[in-house]
């Protein structure tokens, strides 16, 4: 039975959840995380590890400016992560590429990220370069690759390593984890707090809650007066033997681990919660990746698998305060491995209010309402 009465309770321990409890940790709050089973859909265990600014708010500047950020805190964020856990997440932030075989959607792209340089002026920086560019600065580089563009500020980490370092940090911090722990259901209490009923039939109590359950937040955001509508998006990935050479360039579709394996991915599909792979996708992926670099083509895949993102209606993140029942937050994003600097830091300011709290009221669920209204 927990019996515990912890400050703070987070539903949902993936990359969100676990991130915003280091924050809150590191400000001085008792935290418990309670995560739920095996058997949910977990983007945190099915990401492509990419910390990543290219594109990311080009047509919504508080994004720009919050991914931005976000991008600026990583070294430092991974350095904590390292020191608390002992793990070190292979942060690589030595700048990213976008790989176009279709002139016309890179002339598109090019504009995006113009907007997104508008936006953040010498807070980006970006280049657009040429297949011939690209090929002279990296042989290897295929034929049918007519350009693409590169940034500076974008890197990856170790996506399952990152995971079990927030674990380790958060524990090495003093806060409690429990697994197995799925909320059926949170009952605000009048007065203040909240009752939360586990599936175990266990019970437990807390004086705020933040959901950060992922595609499981659905199920609770009425609870607590939430109507942010979470809906799922699968992508899919490939992932091949390790090779003892370093591939020459780091791409948001094609990128290679630390550990040597690439992987390839970068799809989007609405299926629903079906996270199945599915042959003609995996075919598509091999061959994008041995358009853009065809020694591909002699490395074998070993593994295939689907992963479900946590997508908000307009896919940038949600950070709500419960107006019905104060003292519940609703945290759910898109782009959680990138935005983890910051909900391990500042977001904890905005949970408490102090005055040097981001300005997050962009990211406000009301922002849904108007539209629909609009
Ligand atoms: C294919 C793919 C590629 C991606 N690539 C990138 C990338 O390169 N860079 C990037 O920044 N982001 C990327 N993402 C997105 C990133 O993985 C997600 O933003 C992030 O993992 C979301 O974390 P989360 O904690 O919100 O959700 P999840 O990882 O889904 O975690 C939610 C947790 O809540 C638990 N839970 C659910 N319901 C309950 C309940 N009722 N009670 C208690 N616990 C509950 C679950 O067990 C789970 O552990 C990618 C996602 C996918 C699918």
Redesign the pocket.
């Known amino acids: 039975m927990l019996s515990t009465q912890p400050e703070i309770t987070i539903?949902?321990?993936?990359?969100?959840?676990l991130s915003v409890a280091m924050g809150l940790l590191s400000a001085g709050h008792r935290v418990h995380v309670?995560?739920?089973?095996d058997g949910?859909?977990?983007?945190?265990?099915?990401?492509?590890?990419?910390?990543?600014g290219q594109g990311k708010g080009w047509n919504f500047e508080p994004y720009a400016r919050w991914t931005s950020d976000s991008l600026a805190a990583w070294p430092e964020f991974a350095r904590t992560l390292t020191d608390l856990s002992g793990i070190d997440v292979a942060l690589d932030q030595s700048g990213g590429f976008e790989f176009f075989t279709d002139a016309d959607e890179m002339d598109e792209f090019a504009g995006m990220l113009a907007q997104q340089q508008g936006h953040l002026g010498n807070r980006f920086s970006h280049e657009i370069l040429s297949g011939d560019e690209m090929r002279k600065h990296m042989p290897g580089i295929g034929p049918d690759v007519v350009g693409g563009s590169f940034s500076q500020l974008d890197g990856?980490v170790n996506p399952l390593r990152f995971l079990r370092a927030l674990r380790r940090a958060v524990k090495t911090l003093g806060g409690r984890v429990t697994m197995n722990?799925?909320?059926?259901a949170v009952r605000p209490v009048s007065g203040g707090g909240f009752d939360l009923k586990l599936a175990t039939g266990n019970k437990t109590s807390a004086e705020k809650v933040v959901l950060?359950?992922?595609?499981?937040?659905a199920?609770?955001t009425a609870d607590l007066g939430f109507t942010t509508a979470i809906r799922p998006q699968r992508?899919?990935?490939l992932i091949t033997e390790k090779l003892g050479v370093r591939l020459p360039f780091l791409s948001s579709t094609i990128r290679q681990v630390d550990e040597g394996g690439v992987q390839i991915?970068g799809t989007k599909a609405d299926v629903g919660m079906d996270d199945r792979e599915t042959l003609d996708v995996m075919a598509s992926l091999a061959s994008h990746a041995v358009a853009v670099y065809p020694a591909l083509a002699d490395v074998r895949v070993v593994r295939a698998w689907g992963?479900?993102?946590?997508m908000s209606p307009d896919g940038y993140p949600v950070y709500a305060q419960s107006h019905h029942h104060p003292g519940a937050y609703l945290v759910?994003?898109?782009?959680?491995?990138?935005?983890a600097a910051l909900h391990a830091s500042v977001l904890a300011d905005w949970i408490n209010g102090t005055s040097t709290a981001p300005n997050l009221e962009a990211f406000d669920e009301s922002r849904f309402t108007v539209s629909t209204a609009a």
């Open positions: 539903i949902g321990g993936g990359v969100v959840g309670l995560d739920g089973t949910d859909a977990r983007a945190s265990q099915g990401n492509f590890g990419l910390v990543w990856h722990a799925t909320v059926q950060c359950a992922g595609l499981g937040s199920k609770l992508g899919e990935l991915g992963a479900l993102r946590v759910t994003c898109h782009s959680g491995v990138t935005l």
